[in-house]
């Protein structure tokens, strides 16, 4: 078997194969005889036609069905001759039969990038230090009660944060409108939620009120009927509700999830889960550092169709957080997050992917089994009373080991390139520190 390779620039090759015709004779032979041990001719029993009268009927269908069974077959040993390492599948283009009877075809495929790691030991991070106080527990409780608020009925003006029922009728030029019509409609005022003319005008009005709005459509308005225009809106303002946040009683507090019912212990546990987080962020910045470092000193190209596969894994990741009809509509998906808006930071995913393996083969890293028993411990953990079923779903899963173990990894990269790492420590304000974090996520 013929094989070169022609190499159209960047991470391109093109793997040219010639199969001799000794060997599609071959293949064509066998089909034709597996054929023929089933074939119905007039004048012979089932098996027994002549071989020359099965070439007749099946030699041109079997010669065009071997083509792709014997690419299936010649394209590793083609890699395998030529020393190349694809990264995904080839586009397969057919040259045809030759003369003499021989298979030609031809394999587009990009190929891994040669690496050569540079900046290892040149590695600068800045460690965030972060204290979790009194006042920072104060002001998560704070949230927790907003988080948790409820509304009681008021009879004064309706104001920002009140939450208001209402009926109400929209008309443009006098003529109702598809949309523009709703019965007992609850707004939450300030939280822009609905039109912006709409609320600002519930503003400053008692329950029992009816009054007219006119309210302008926002230019990019969902709807291009509406988008730009003034409708009125006649208005019947029925109830006007404060917020009211939770109290931190014994049994609210019981229902957080902390026995003791104490607001005592609702701050310990505030602290430690504060201190996690903390913990968590600075490890997270600390990595990241680290990666960007890594990134930046070792430019490579990357090949495409592993960033093309890491565009759908983001995809898929970004539409969990969508609603279920999304998530089952690809299309919609696709408009909504096209390949260009992931591009750039898939093809960074897919460089730190190539640069992390060239580490761990370059400092011979192996996977401690330890670390990843104590991550799964860890994961388990925030599951409470669910931990030993977490656990066990993990074993029985393969695809989640998988990636647990890869967490772990890249965490024992990050590790070893730290050894050698010019570390400075920087005071950080809590919410910097966190809210940075969850950015980073």
Same mark, same amino acid.
């Given at each position: 078997?013929?094989?070169?390779?022609?190499?159209?620039?960047?991470?391109?090759?093109?793997?040219?194969?010639?199969?001799?015709?000794?060997?599609?004779?071959?293949?064509?032979?066998?089909?034709?005889?597996?054929?023929?041990?089933?074939?119905?001719?007039?004048?012979?029993?089932?098996?027994?036609?002549?071989?020359?009268?099965?070439?007749?009927?099946?030699?041109?269908?079997?010669?065009?069905?071997?083509?792709?069974?014997?690419?299936?077959?010649?394209?590793?040993?083609?890699?395998?001759?030529?020393?190349?390492?694809?990264?995904?599948?080839?586009?397969?283009?057919?040259?045809?039969?030759?003369?003499?009877?021989?298979?030609?075809?031809?394999?587009?495929?990009?190929?891994?990038?040669?690496?050569?790691?540079?900046?290892?030991?040149?590695?600068?991070?800045?460690?965030?230090?972060?204290?979790?106080?009194?006042?920072?527990?104060?002001?998560?409780?704070?949230?927790?009660?907003?988080?948790?608020?409820?509304?009681?009925?008021?009879?004064?003006?309706?104001?920002?944060?009140?939450?208001?029922?209402?009926?109400?009728?929209?008309?443009?030029?006098?003529?109702?409108?598809?949309?523009?019509?709703?019965?007992?409609?609850?707004?939450?005022?300030?939280?822009?939620?609905?039109?912006?003319?709409?609320?600002?005008?519930?503003?400053?009005?008692?329950?029992?009120?009816?009054?007219?709005?006119?309210?302008?459509?926002?230019?990019?308005?969902?709807?291009?009927?509406?988008?730009?225009?003034?409708?009125?809106?006649?208005?019947?303002?029925?109830?006007?509700?404060?917020?009211?946040?939770?109290?931190?009683?014994?049994?609210?507090?019981?229902?957080?999830?902390?026995?003791?019912?104490?607001?005592?212990?609702?701050?310990?546990?505030?602290?430690?889960?504060?201190?996690?987080?903390?913990?968590?962020?600075?490890?997270?910045?600390?990595?990241?550092?680290?990666?960007?470092?890594?990134?930046?000193?070792?430019?490579?190209?990357?090949?495409?169709?592993?960033?093309?596969?890491?565009?759908?894994?983001?995809?898929?990741?970004?539409?969990?957080?969508?609603?279920?009809?999304?998530?089952?509509?690809?299309?919609?998906?696709?408009?909504?997050?096209?390949?260009?808006?992931?591009?750039?930071?898939? !093809?960074?995913? $897919?460089?730190?992917? @190539? %640069?992390?393996?060239?580490? /761990?083969? #370059?400092? *011979?890293? +192996? &996977? =401690?089994?330890?670390?990843?028993?104590?991550?799964?411990?860890?994961?388990?953990?925030?599951?409470?009373?669910?931990?030993?079923?977490?656990?066990?779903?993990?074993?029985?899963?393969?695809?989640?080991?998988?990636?647990?173990?890869?967490?772990?990894? !890249?965490?024992? $990269?990050?590790?070893? @390139? %730290?050894?050698?790492?010019? /570390?400075? #420590?920087? *005071?950080? +304000? &809590? =919410?910097?520190?966190?809210?940075?974090?969850?950015?980073?996520?």
């Amino acid at each position: 078997m013929d094989v070169s390779v022609e190499n159209p620039g960047g991470l391109k090759r093109r793997l040219k194969v010639q199969i001799p015709a000794e060997r599609v004779n071959g293949a064509v032979d066998e089909k034709v005889k597996r054929v023929g041990q089933n074939a119905r001719i007039p004048g012979f029993r089932p098996g027994k036609a002549p071989t020359k009268i099965l070439y007749q009927r099946y030699g041109e269908q079997a010669r065009q069905e071997v083509v792709s069974e014997l690419v299936q077959q010649t394209y590793p040993e083609a890699l395998q001759q030529s020393e190349l390492n694809p990264a995904g599948q080839p586009e397969i283009e057919f040259d045809g039969f030759g003369e003499d009877g021989s298979l030609s075809y031809a394999a587009n495929v990009e190929v891994y990038p040669e690496i050569s790691l540079t900046g290892l030991d040149d590695i600068s991070v800045e460690k965030p230090q972060a204290e979790v106080d009194d006042g920072d527990i104060d002001t998560t409780l704070t949230r927790i009660r907003e988080q948790n608020k409820t509304y009681e009925d008021v009879e004064r003006e309706a104001a920002d944060g009140d939450k208001v029922t209402v009926d109400y009728v929209g008309r443009i030029d006098g003529e109702t409108f598809e949309g523009g019509s709703a019965d007992d409609m609850t707004i939450t005022l300030g939280e822009q939620q609905f039109l912006p003319d709409m609320e600002r005008g519930l503003v400053g009005h008692k329950a029992g009120e009816s009054f007219d709005l006119d309210v302008t459509f926002p230019e990019e308005y969902g709807a291009k009927d509406l988008a730009g225009k003034t409708a009125t809106f006649s208005i019947e303002l029925k109830s006007v509700a404060e917020p009211k946040p939770a109290e931190l009683t014994e049994d609210f507090i019981k229902e957080m999830g902390i026995e003791e019912g104490t607001e005592e212990a609702l701050r310990a546990r505030v602290r430690e889960s504060l201190e996690q987080e903390v913990k968590h962020a600075i490890e997270t910045s600390v990595k990241t550092q680290v990666m960007d470092n890594l990134y930046e000193a070792n430019p490579i190209e990357v090949p495409q169709p592993m960033v093309a596969q890491e565009i759908e894994r983001m995809r898929k990741e970004a539409s969990q957080r969508l609603p279920q009809e999304l998530q089952q509509n690809p299309e919609q998906l696709k408009q909504m997050l096209p390949d260009e808006a992931l591009q750039e930071q898939a !093809e960074k995913r $897919v460089a730190l992917g @190539l %640069l992390i393996a060239e580490v /761990i083969s #370059e400092r *011979e890293i +192996e &996977l =401690d089994q330890a670390k990843v028993d104590e991550k799964m411990e860890e994961v388990a953990a925030g599951y409470g009373d669910q931990a030993e079923q977490v656990k066990q779903y993990y074993q029985q899963n393969p695809q989640l080991m998988q990636g647990l173990q890869a967490m772990v990894m !890249e965490q024992q $990269v990050v590790d070893n @390139l %730290l050894e050698n790492a010019t /570390i400075t #420590e920087k *005071e950080t +304000e &809590l =919410d910097e520190l966190l809210n940075a974090n969850q950015n980073a996520g």
